[in-house]
């Protein structure tokens, strides 16, 4: 069992930037996967960014490459993703989700692969 809570979310002009954390509690939160996904008013929930455990690798969807990073610390038990450059497409609810896995190094890219949801944090981007 993992446990999520996101933080960090906001308003902020174009341009601005924000960092998300999320907060996970659970045995298996080492040996997750983890990703923050974002769903817009009216669009399907899309992943954002990806981050392996172990060998840490990490992918970026082509809409926030180079403007996204995603980290984590497992000795605090947190994910964050450092958000420059924001845009109002940005604009979305975020969620972090993990995915435990015997698998390190691997990645996970769409949400049917996550078992462990966050509430969600709202981000909106003033233009």
């Known amino acids: 069992q993992v446990q999520l809570v996101e933080f960090g979310g906001g308003l902020v002009q174009a341009g601005g930037s924000l960092r998300l954390s999320c907060l996970a509690s659970?045995?298996?939160?080492?040996?997750?996967?983890m990703g923050w996904f974002r769903q817009a008013p009216g669009k399907e929930r899309e992943l954002a960014a990806a981050?392996?455990?172990?060998?840490?690798?990490?992918h970026y969807a082509d809409s926030v490459k180079g403007r996204f990073t995603i980290s984590r610390d497992n000795a605090k038990g947190t994910v964050s993703l450092q958000m420059n450059s924001l845009q109002p497409e940005d604009t979305a609810v975020y969620y972090c989700?993990?995915?435990?896995?015997?698998?390190?190094?691997?990645?996970?890219?769409?949400?049917?692969?996550?078992?462990?949801w966050g509430q969600g944090t709202q981000v909106t981007v003033s233009s």
């Open positions: 989700a993990a995915k435990p896995t015997p698998y390190s190094g691997d990645l996970y890219y769409t949400d049917d692969n996550y078992a462990y």
């Open positions: 981050i392996s455990w172990g060998i840490v690798r990490t």
């Open positions: 659970g045995r298996t939160f080492g040996s997750s996967a």
